[in-house]
């Protein structure tokens, strides 16, 4: 077994007073692919929140050996933890080569910078040439896959995706799903994704947990739930 | 016509006062995506900061940097201690705030300094350079130090990567904090840039208008207009816009009857009108576009 690079221990979030997530417990292994599911409202969302630090929390959240749970949100970023927030994040106003440019504003080497916007091209060929172009002017899906490749660009040790899917359509997703799994293969980038569509998201990743009114009701292996009929019907309604 | 450039050339003058504060109006935009009401204030205070610095015998160079050092790090504070509690406030909050600062600075400076009038030096001397009288020295060195202002700025923002982050900063906080970006000291950044732009400008303003504590409040209003016309995302715009706002308010006042030296700043708010209704991010601003 390897060292946990992600672990929370009885983490508990509040907006205010109200408190969202109870008590969550998850490990994640290096070089995985982790999926987050339940309905809305069940505290995806907030869970990637209090993993970047933009959520007041309690409890114990660890991250490749050192506590982060309490830390600013730069400094989380600046540990290698990318987060691709709900609804993209995308610098709309500034062009597609500022948005990579910001992604890698935690590093100063310019040669290497250029070099990793190389390699996301080839990932993401359409957004060499939107390179000029406004962030705001592209399609959905093209956002989604700048704000994907902005993330890269922070060379993370682990990506925190909220909703990839969200508003795309279907042959887009099935694109951008694959590139994900590429980009988990090819870049060593942990992944740990929020995601709505149970389906899409249990093929992609190895482990799953499954999230009710914020608290933790079933984790174990994304194939084993895949193939459960009984929770499939009970909990992911398809 | 020699009437007509008389006046272009008038507004010319009167128009860089205009774009010199335009650019510290675009300077605090960029920077924290508000407009600070108290801009002006800021710029009349620093400016009594240097003409005292001035009364105490520093030479006039000395007092010029010195002042716009002191007015960096006077912004740098004032966002600090005083916005930086409300950065989560809605937008009427910090108006709310910047009412006050202007009521506040306004009121400092003249218990410090009392309310009289009081002359301000000029580095390029009062000299005429071109059109007998109209265009002086010192309007001739004003129009250079903008210009020099605004390229500086330009590139800072244009070519620096603190420059893209500060840009970055203003439109999308939150996501910044996702790249680590520290967001907070950008905003402090651009208090401390927009401060020292406005103490330039206040500098500059003075020796013309003559220096107390009232001498920015048209000024400022005539910023805001050349600011608007010119876009308030785009640096060398506002420039313009100052410009055009100069020279327009000088040739109505002149040819359209009824305008006279009275109506004159009607004519800037007309502008601002104007211009809003028909392109509503300025002459040069960037259109924000987004697609969903």
């Known amino acids: 077994m390897t060292a946990p690079f992600l672990t929370a221990r009885g983490l508990c979030a509040y ?76 610098f709309v106003r500034l062009t597609v080569q500022e948005n990579l440019q910001l992604g890698a504003m935690t590093r100063s080497d310019r040669k290497a910078i250029a070099d990793d916007i190389e390699r996301v091209f080839n990932y993401f060929p359409i957004l060499r040439q939107r390179y000029y172009q406004q962030a705001g002017t592209l399609s959905g899906g ?97 | 016509m020699e009437l007509l450039l008389h006046q272009v050339l008038a507004g010319i003058a009167t128009g860089a006062i205009y774009a010199c504060m335009a650019l510290a109006v675009v300077m605090i935009y960029q920077a924290i995506d508000h407009l600070n009401f108290a801009q002006g204030e800021m710029a009349m205070f620093s400016t009594f900061i240097a003409w005292q ?42 108006v709310v705030v910047f009412i006050a600062l202007f009521v506040v600075i306004n009121s400092l400076a003249g218990f410090i300094w009392e309310f009289t009038i009081k002359p301000f030096p000029s580095p390029f001397g009062t000299r005429s350079v071109l059109g007998s009288g109209l265009l002086s020295a010192h309007d001739a060195g004003m129009i250079g130090i903008v210009v020099l202002i605004l390229l500086l700025l330009y590139g800072f923002f244009r070519y620096t990567r603190v420059g893209l982050a500060m840009r970055a900063a203003a439109a999308n906080p939150e996501s910044c904090r996702l790249v680590g970006i520290r967001v907070d000291w950008m905003l402090a950044l651009g208090w ?78 007309a502008l601002i009108i104007a211009v809003l209704m028909v392109r509503p991010s300025g002459l040069f601003g960037r259109k924000i576009v987004s697609r969903v």
């Open chain 1, 15 to 90: 907006y205010g007073h109200t408190q969202v997530l109870y008590d969550l417990e998850f490990d994640m292994h290096e070089g995985g692919i982790t999926t987050l599911l339940g309905a809305n409202g069940a505290g995806k969302t907030s869970t990637l929140r209090s993993l970047s630090g933009m959520l007041r929390t309690a409890g114990e959240i660890r991250f490749d050996g050192t506590v982060i749970s309490g830390k600013h949100t730069e400094d989380i970023a600046r540990l290698g933890i990318a987060h691709v927030p709900e609804g993209r994040g995308t």
């Open chain 1, 142 to 238: 093209e956002q989604q896959m700048l704000a994907i490749a902005r993330a890269l660009m922070l060379r993370p040790k682990l990506m925190l995706l909220d909703e990839p899917s969200f508003g795309l359509a279907p042959l887009i997703v099935q694109e951008l799903f694959g590139i994900l799994r590429t980009l988990n293969r090819q870049e060593r980038v942990s992944l740990f994704l929020v995601e709505q569509n149970a389906s899409l998201a249990l093929e992609l990743a190895d482990h799953a947990y499954l999230l009710e009114t914020g608290r933790v009701v079933l984790a174990g292996l994304a194939k084993e739930i895949r193939e459960d009929e009984d929770i499939r019907r009970s909990y992911l309604g398809y």
């Open chain 2, 53 to 94: 610095l001035l009364e105490w015998g520093f030479p006039y160079w000395a007092a010029f940097f010195v002042t716009i050092a002191v007015s960096f790090v006077a912004g740098v504070l004032i966002e600090r201690t005083i916005f930086k509690p409300i950065h989560n406030a809605p937008i009427l909050s910090h």
């Open chain 2, 192 to 269: 401390g840039m927009a401060a020292a732009v406005g103490a330039v400008a206040g500098m500059l303003i003075a020796p013309i208008v003559f220096l107390e504590p009232n001498m920015m409040l048209s000024i400022l209003l005539y910023g805001f207009a050349g600011a608007v016309v010119g876009g308030l995302t785009s640096p060398a715009g506002a420039v313009l816009g100052g410009f055009a706002v100069g020279i327009i308010e000088n040739l109505a006042g002149t040819f359209i009857p009824y305008v006279g030296r009275e109506m004159k700043l009607t004519i800037a708010l």
